[in-house]
């Protein structure tokens, strides 16, 4: 038989002691609580990484939409996921944007102004001040219409340096040109005013080919603050140009001495004046001009002999043929006659002439006048003079 278990008794104290509060409710809620909160926090760690890139994205995109349009990048709520993210990547996107246009209008901004540049320089090669003008008026335009000012001054600075370096260029060809066409024109002018002093001393007129002599020496002056080149010779060639003066006085003499005292006499003149050095020679510079004023009096000679020789030929065809033309009873005019007459004068063709010109006299008489003539000959005691007129 199961013993009945052994009561026990229930011990209390004197005083009231109240029942706790049941707890189990708030407990349980409490526990509900914190798993929302957990699962919040879970939540929210899976979710905001996802929802901060998708919103960076955005950024993103929104700021290549705005800046391609034009305006500003659209705002979104502070209080969104991502909405940091999304102003950061907007900002980030927005200044590579700018950063890449600047870049582009920088490099289109150079490539354009080299063109510009390089057309104003051909276009006014000659004239600096008028490409200082243009590229001028070029760069305002350009600069003016930049609304960045840094960006504007940056562009302005290195347009300003292009230009520079442009009119510099200019500017120098300019000045090298003016100076080689002032050396040209004044080099022009010595040898105009040298080749007409060299004529007039050619001529015998000393004066008048010093005093051009003067102005050579003024242009020489100029042309040597034109020409470093000139200038370092600047002594030598006003030497030069007085020689060339006296050499032409020279030459101009022994010509007319040639035509009123031969060419000997010129030769024997040229031998005296050899063998004195002039003060403004050299040894060599003398003896090349003795040598090449014989040439030319050689060839004075030898072109006088020629025309003396073909003007002999010419009197004896003339002779030849007026001797013909009177022994075959032609009438010669006497404006004919008196020229052969006149060319044969001293020649070994006058007595021919002159017979043949007796015989021309003789043709034209009557038979009278012939038969007296005869006989006042035959009494003279003349011989000959049937032969002559036997063609009677």
Known sequence: M????????IQFQSQFRPTSVDTMAADAMRQLAGLGRTMGQVTEQIGRPIAEEKM??????????AFEEGREVKKVSPIA????????????RTAELERDAEKIYRSDTAAQSAVILSTFADEYKDDPEGFQQAANDYIQGTVSAIKDPVLAADV???????????????????????????????????????REANRLAREGNVDAA?????????????????????????ADNKRKARNRINENQIVGSLTRMIESDGVSAAFNKLDEL?????????????????????????TIKSRND????????????????????????????????AAVLESVAGTPLEDSVNQAYELAQYSILSADERAKLRADAAALGLEGIEARTGRE
């Open 56 to 65: 960076a994205e955005r950024g993103r995109e929104e700021a290549e939409k």
């Open 156 to 194: 302005n600075s290195k347009l300003f340096t292009s230009a520079l370096t442009y009119q510099q260029n200019i500017q120098s060809n300019y000045e090298k040109k003016q100076t080689s066409e002032g050396i040209i024109k004044v080099g022009n002018n010595i040898k105009d005013l040298a």
């Open 274 to 298: 050899s063998k004195k050095v002039p003060k403004d020679y050299s040894p060599e510079e003398w003896d090349a001009f003795v040598r090449s004023t014989q040439q030319d009096l050689r």
């Open 2 to 9: 199961a013993q009945r278990p052994r009561q026990t008794r």
């Open 81 to 92: 996921w991502g909405s940091k993210q999304y102003q950061a990547a907007s900002e980030q």
């Open 210 to 234: 010093n005093s051009i002599l003067e102005q050579i020496d003024e242009a020489q002056d100029t042309l040597a603050g034109l020409s470093p080149e000139y200038k370092a010779n600047l």
């Open 306 to 337: 020629s025309a003396t020789a073909a003007a002999a030929k010419e009197v004896e065809k003339e002779a030849k043929n007026y001797i013909t033309s009177v022994g075959l009873g032609y009438v010669v005019s006497e404006e004919e006659t």
